[in-house]
């Protein structure tokens, strides 16, 4: 998109800049001509008065000989006394085939005609002259058109580059979107409805946890209480045999209904938070920690990163990155000299182990502690745990589910 803005800015800045130096130049002829039409006019009565003042009506015209000092270079200086003739004098550089455009002015002074006519290659020289500087201006002028071009570009494409980031997010199972703040109408638009998506997708996955708790306490409890009766039926020694029998048989279904509500219940929590989105941890894993890599350089941490288990586990990228980002400002607040990151891929989840080394700050600091909260309360939205600690020696454990 900004590539595009550029370039149609660039093309309006030529497209104006040409039109102005074409306007320019014919601006520039129309001045020029104007220029030797007054100068051809001031020759010619110069030219009158000198003549006027020694010839008389009854005189002869001068002749070519004598005219000769009054014709510049490229200018035909044409006297005419009423009754008495004319005679013409050319200067060397002039052409005969210049007379039929030829510029012309008279001027009269007592019985003495002179007309000065000069080439339009005069015209031309004077434009000619002006082009280069005129030229000049416009290669200025379209070299400023496309860095001011480039500029509103990047102004104008940068909310919409934003923008894309945070549909990729949340395309990636991300909530936390970073809109853009922007005076763009459209922008704000798609803004607004990118965090309609993020907050439905949170509340989406919180309903999911409450459903998934609430089935869980409704369901498996009383199966639990209903499958120790059956056994306890069965093991009575004054029990009908009949009875028993009956109750043998209740206690294996309800067993088998109890497993097949773990299995809902187990696949309600690993269902991919967003369809399509999921990758194998193999290249979930590097990413993330090249991720935190570039954050940690800035701070000048080093960092030891591995990958462990099934990298063939596949994952929904975006509430890993969500959750993990919130670790990493926790564990950026403890001022370390070097971190380790663990992901280990399991059957059920991935385990990741953060460990802080050489750390300066033993106890949590406010900032690390509210980070963590807000990790915690990641974790409990996508059905995930958190535990221990940054600075411990098995280091923080974060649980996310295999979703």
Known sequence: MRSRLTLAFGLLGVIVVATFILFRAVTITDLAEDDVRRQVQREAL??????GQGLSADQP??????????ALPDRSVAVSIEGQGSTVATGPQWREEDRGDAITASATVEAVTVEVAAPMREVDRLVSAALPSLLALGSALVVLAVVLGA???????????????AANALARGRSDLRIPRTR???????????????????????????????????????LTGLRLALHELTDRDDAPPDLVEAAGVAARHVDRLDRAVGEVLEDTRNHPVVAGAQLPLSLVAPALAQRWADTLSVADVEIEAELLGDGSLVVTPGPLEQLLDEVLAAVLAHRGRAVRLALDGEER??????????SSVHDPTPEAERALRRARAVAETVGGRIGGSVVAEDGLSVVPPRR
Do not use: D, K, W, Y
């Not at 110069?46 to 003549?51: C, E, G, K, Q």
């Not at 015209?61 to 009054?70: K, N, V």
């Not at 990047?154 to 894309?164: D, K, M």
């Open 46 to 51: 110069v030219t009158a008065t000198l003549l």
């Open 61 to 70: 015209p001068p002749s070519a000989e004598a005219l000769a000092p009054f």
């Open 151 to 165: 500029l509103v570009a990047a102004g104008l494409s940068r909310p919409f580059q934003q923008l894309a980031g």
């Open 184 to 222: 763009i109408s459209e922008a704000r638009a798609i803004g607004t409805a990118l965090q309609g998506g993020a907050e439905q997708l949170r509340g989406s996955l919180e309903r999911e946890r409450a459903l998934a708790l609430r089935a869980s306490h409704e369901l498996r409890t009383p």
């Open 349 to 358: 989840h991935v385990r990741v182990t953060v460990q802080v080394l050489a």
